[in-house]
């Protein structure tokens, strides 16, 4: 058995987790205070997986780039991979809120959206 510390990012709190591990397997998660820290180590030590964040070049804006994010949690192997297809793309003014920027970024089936009015 094999034994894996961690600080919870779940929430604010920032908890110290003890995680008992067998192979892959989570046996048991102590020193959470809620739910989320149980839900956090396992996900972290089986299947970790995270939101990126960046930019993308505009043409034509008032601004000459926009902030743009996955829309969900992509594999953290993967994040290196979508950096890099973020770097070349260029998107056309007006782009808005939301707005689909890249999709199914470096085959992970998740999209890059806009987080700004550009």
Avoid: H, Q, W
């Avoid at 998660?29 to 070049?57: F, H, M, W």
Wanted: positive net charge.
């Amino acid at each position: 058995m094999k034994t894996v510390n961690l600080i919870c990012i779940g929430c604010p709190l920032g908890c110290p987790l003890t995680v008992e591990m067998e192979g892959n397997e989570v046996k048991s998660v102590a020193g959470n205070t809620c739910p989320r820290g149980d839900a956090y180590a396992k996900k972290e030590l089986t299947n970790p997986t995270r939101i990126v964040t960046s930019t993308v070049r505009v043409a034509g804006g008032k601004l000459a780039m926009v902030s743009v994010k996955t829309e969900s949690d992509i594999p953290k192997g993967k994040i290196f991979d979508c950096v890099k297809a973020l770097k070349e793309v260029e998107v056309v003014a007006p782009v808005k809120i939301g707005d689909v920027i890249v999709e199914n970024v470096a085959g992970t089936g998740v999209n890059i959206v806009a987080t700004k009015n550009v």
